[in-house]
């Protein structure tokens, strides 16, 4: 069973802290990851997306991946409390079928 | 960014009709979608993917009689929910990929479905 792990949380953060959220999947032949954040009610937003190990940035947000831990993270900088959603961590299964499987998300509460 | 639509955004219908939903690529085509389901709190689980041209294949556990999937053009396919029943109720979205990133999926809005 190919699964995408993640923490349902609600995980708590005082505005302008640093979020972490993190995600863990087992099929070792997965190349792409991204991280979606959805607001309740409303559909998956792409924040961002990871291909290499290491780590991206793009604005406040920081993707990290390792393959060999098969582990991809999420630093949210400045927290806002705009920021508070769920966040989905997503991998493309291996055999680039284009299939995103799709953690169970992790509710981030940022508070003022 | 490439925007998806869909349409109805919330349906409320009695038990043992059929329910349509369209999806579009307003400006891009797009050869291929995938079809999601939502329960509330959990996670986002793909029920198909749709191929234009060509039959759809579904996940395992899905009936394909039951969600029947039309990709009828290249920026159009459509989810027909038959003989829907309360279990059915559910968020359903639907993505295309992106021609940009490798598995990058824009979404649509969703379509909230409430089977009385």
């Known amino acids: 069973q190919k699964e995408v792990e993640q923490n349902s949380g609600p995980l708590s953060v005082p505005e302008g802290a640093i979020a972490s959220l993190n995600c863990t999947y087992s099929d070792r032949g997965s190349q792409s990851f991204f991280w979606y954040r959805q607001y309740s009610g409303k559909s998956p937003e792409l924040i961002m997306s990871?291909?290499?190990?290491g780590d991206k940035e793009d604005g406040r947000f920081t993707a990290q991946l390792n393959k060999a831990s098969q582990y991809v993270s999420l630093l949210i900088r400045d927290s806002q409390p705009s920021d508070s959603a769920t966040y989905l961590c997503a991998v493309e299964g291996s055999g680039n079928t284009g299939k995103l499987i799709f953690g169970q998300g992790t509710t981030l509460q940022v508070k003022p | 960014g490439a925007v998806v639509s869909q349409h109805p955004s919330r349906v409320i219908c009695k038990s043992g009709t059929s329910v349509k939903i369209e999806c579009r690529s307003l400006d891009f085509q797009a050869t291929t979608m995938f079809w999601y389901r939502q329960f509330p709190k959990q996670s986002l689980m793909l029920m198909a993917t749709?191929?234009?041209?060509?039959?759809?294949?579904?996940e395992q556990g899905v009936e394909k009689d039951k969600f029947l999937i039309n990709h009828a053009s290249l920026t159009l396919s459509t989810l027909t929910v038959t003989s829907a029943h309360p279990e059915d109720s559910s968020f359903y979205i639907c993505?295309?990929?992106?021609?940009?990133?490798?598995?990058?999926?824009?979404f649509g809005p969703g379509t909230r479905l409430t089977v009385l």
């Open positions: 993505s295309a990929p992106s021609s940009g990133g490798a598995g990058e999926q824009f």
């Open positions: 990871i291909y290499s190990n």
């Open positions: 749709s191929n234009e041209g060509s039959k759809a294949t579904y």
